[in-house]
């Protein structure tokens, strides 16, 4: 530990501490990238972002009220229309 990796270099010298965690960060993301791009390969560009959204549950449902018009039940939907006939929320 210590000398001039190039993980010191790019934190400009922070402590180790600090520099684990970049590199805990950056790595994570190569791994990420690694599985979700094999998927995408495998299996089409869709099945990879379904499975990157598993468990994800604010981005469903923002992704259900806006691109599918889905309400919550109970919830009232409002849209308001255009001045040139097109529907807009």
């Not at 400009?12 to 600090?18: A, E, K, P, Q």
């Not at 089409?44 to 959204?53: C, D, R, S």
């Amino acid at each position: 530990l210590g000398g001039a990796s190039w993980l010191y270099l790019i934190t400009g010298g922070n402590t180790f501490f600090v520099s684990a965690a970049e590199a805990f960060i950056f790595i994570s993301g190569l791994v990420v990238g690694m599985v979700y791009g094999g998927i995408a390969l495998k299996q089409g560009l869709g099945a990879a972002q379904i499975k990157a959204l598993e468990g994800d549950k604010k981005t469903i449902e923002k992704i259900a009220r806006e691109k599918y018009n889905m309400a919550r039940p109970g919830e009232t939907v409002y849209r308001v229309k255009k001045e040139d006939g097109g529907s807009r929320q």
